[in-house]
């Protein structure tokens, strides 16, 4: 056998075997190896059999996980409407405190979604409702929750005050001035018992939004900025809409204690709220060591775990009386 340039390695197939060459790189030497072509073919069709079911089963259960999710994604909203026909949604309340005394100076009304025994969590159905055109049948159904649960608390706790979220489109309908009178009718609310909440997002324009915020504030409502530190508000918006409260994000929050390059950003947002003389409710405040920088600090008011989770209106309720 002729061998050729040192360390190339030579196959071919010959006499119903496979012949594999390979020289030495150092010497004129080289070992050969035959097999017989028929254990390479029986080798080829049981790795054939073993690794083609698990590709087909795999592609299959990948397969049905993107349909799934699809499907899922384009039968939200017509499940979402169900929720409203069979009363699937309710109300929990988490209590904000005054963070110099502790006491309980009111609650944020939070949407939650029972369906079946399955909860669904909001960040799965509020995004879906507003890409469908639903969120404010949802708001409908806050308002309607609230008018029911806060019924008489505002005579017994007249110092006391619920939190109700609206949606960007809320801000720039009409009949939300509307169903928000009930609700001030329903819980014979005066003034600063009822406070609607808004993002960033929601507020960004404020020639869209003004009037209703406006109009709200004349009513009696109080008007408080949510999430604030995630979006692009500028100065000049907040200073056009004459907020009462600005609430800072969970994620600035989480960076108070540590050393983090975010944690800077709240002296500034302090800062720009009393410039603005807007007071502040830090959100998502889990530790005593967290609660006591925002306290020093100057922050008035907090909700967060470290304080209450969200409880039925029967247990703010019972945490209320003497």
Same mark, same amino acid.
């Given at each position: 056998l002729k061998l050729g340039e040192r360390g190339a390695i030579f196959r071919f197939i010959q006499d119903e075997h496979v012949i594999v060459v390979a020289p030495s790189k150092r010497?004129?030497? &080289? #070992?050969? *190896? *035959?097999?017989?072509?028929?254990?390479?073919?029986?080798?080829?069709? =049981?790795?054939? %059999?073993?690794?083609?079911?698990?590709?087909? #089963?795999? &592609?299959?259960?990948l397969a049905a996980a993107v349909l799934y999710l699809v499907q899922h994604q384009r039968s939200l909203p017509t499940v979402i409407k169900a929720g409203l026909r069979r009363n699937e949604f309710f109300l929990v309340y988490q209590p904000i405190v005054e963070l110099d005394s502790g006491r309980w100076i009111g609650a944020e009304a939070l949407l939650r979604w029972n369906r079946g025994g399955d909860m669904i969590t909001p960040d799965q159905f509020i995004p879906a409702a507003e890409d469908a055109g639903l969120i404010q049948h949802l708001t409908e159904r806050v308002v309607e929750i609230a008018a029911q649960d806060a019924e008489g608390l505002f005579c017994r706790f007249p110092d006391f005050y619920i939190s109700i979220n609206l949606a960007s489109s809320d801000l720039e309908d009409q009949k939300t001035l509307i169903l928000l009178d009930r609700l001030t009718e329903a819980t014979s609310a005066k003034k600063g018992n009822l406070i609607v909440e808004a993002t960033e997002r929601g507020l960004a324009d404020p020639e869209k *939004? &003004?009037?209703?915020?406006? %109009?709200? =504030?004349?009513?009696g409502f109080a008007i408080a900025i949510d999430d604030f530190g995630t979006g692009f508000s500028s100065l000049s918006s907040l200073e056009a809409l004459e907020l009462d409260y600005l609430k800072i994000d969970k994620s600035f929050i989480d960076t108070l204690g540590r050393n983090a390059v975010t944690s800077s950003v709240i002296p500034h947002i302090i800062v720009m709220a009393n410039a603005l003389n807007i007071e502040m409710i830090a959100e998502g405040v889990e530790s005593e060591v967290q609660a006591d920088i925002l306290r020093k600090s100057g922050v008035q008011f907090a909700q967060g775990w470290l304080f209450g989770r969200p409880m039925s209106i029967h247990d703010i309720i019972a945490s209320l009386e003497p």
């Open positions: 010497f004129y030497l &080289g #070992a050969v *190896a *035959a097999f017989p072509l028929s254990h390479v073919n029986e080798r080829i069709r =049981r790795v054939i %059999q073993v690794t083609l079911p698990i590709g087909i #089963a795999t &592609g299959v259960v *939004a &003004g009037p209703i915020i406006r %109009q709200l =504030r004349k009513n």
